[in-house]
């Protein structure tokens, strides 16, 4: 499944992409993503400094990379899921695996204010209203 750098092999199956269950991910990585939000939001009121949009992207960029690295999730090169395909919107890339017919998604975060964590709640609320269309997160990019 993985090679020695830790990075997802463009071989076989979405199940050997590590493939997991969506709603658990998307669970575990909200909730680590809060604490660790919550965390820096408090250090910073101690200190009477205001918690900004732009701090709290790069609190939950730089906490999903570590996370993604620590859990086997984090997906080097993108296109080594699929082919590039020209039919991805402005908030996202696209690649398509022939072999399997999945097509994976890359979210630049536009639509979501550029915070992961309204990612994961688009998502969670996409499969909720869409179950026949359900996302599924198999890493970060």
Not at 108 to 111: A, E, I, P, R, S
């Given at each position: 499944m993985n090679n020695d750098k830790n990075e997802i092999s463009n071989q076989g199956s979405?199940?050997?992409?590590g493939r997991r269950n969506e709603d658990a991910v998307r669970k575990e990585v909200?909730?680590?993503l809060r604490k660790s939000v919550d965390t820096v939001r408090k250090e910073l009121e101690k200190q009477q400094i205001i918690?900004?949009?732009h701090q709290q992207e790069d609190v939950e960029k730089s906490f999903i990379f570590k996370y993604a690295k620590a859990n086997n999730l984090w997906?080097?090169?993108f296109y080594s899921l699929g082919t590039p395909t020209n039919a991805g919107g402005y908030e996202n890339t696209l690649a398509l695996n022939e072999t399997s017919g999945f097509l994976y998604k890359s979210n630049?975060?536009?639509?979501a204010k550029f915070l992961i964590s309204n990612l994961l709640e688009q998502i969670r609320l996409?499969?909720?209203l869409f179950p026949e269309?359900?996302?599924e997160i198999?890493?970060?990019t």
């Open positions: 979405q199940e050997e992409h909200a909730h680590q918690f900004t949009n997906i080097e090169d630049n975060l536009f639509n996409h499969n909720e269309t359900s996302y198999v890493g970060f």
